[in-house]
Nanobody, 112 residues
């Protein structure tokens, strides 16, 4: 199992980023997928979940209406579209597959 995140960076408040997580080594379309984040000095937090078919999603309250999780099972990729970013969204964002599989993370920094 391999999960590789990309798309992080430094943006100003109110701007957008799209994170990608490329998956390999397993049947991607059989698993729900999650995005987590971890800010400095804080515990890792579940941000969003998407079902295996992509027809059901869930979000932590703090990102509802701003973030969208999506997936392309043909490309074995899960995305996190992040709009209206806030400084409190600054964190390392991780892709997760059930069974304890994690990517290496991608840094998102929101600062003016």
């Amino acid at each position: 199992v391999r999960l590789v995140e990309s798309g992080g960076g430094l943006v100003q408040p109110g701007e957008s980023l799209r994170l990608s997580c490329a998956a390999s080594g397993f049947t991607f379309s059989s698993y729900y997928m999650r995005w987590y984040r971890q800010a400095p000095g804080k515990e890792r937090e579940l941000v969003a979940t998407i079902s295996s078919a992509g027809d059901s999603t869930n979000y932590v309250d703090s990102v509802k209406g701003r973030f969208t999780i999506a997936r392309d099972n043909a490309k074995n990729t899960v995305y996190l579209q992040m709009n209206s970013l806030k400084p409190e969204d600054t964190a390392v964002y991780y892709c997760n597959r059930p069974g304890g599989y994690w990517g290496q993370g991608t840094q998102v920094t929101v600062s003016s």
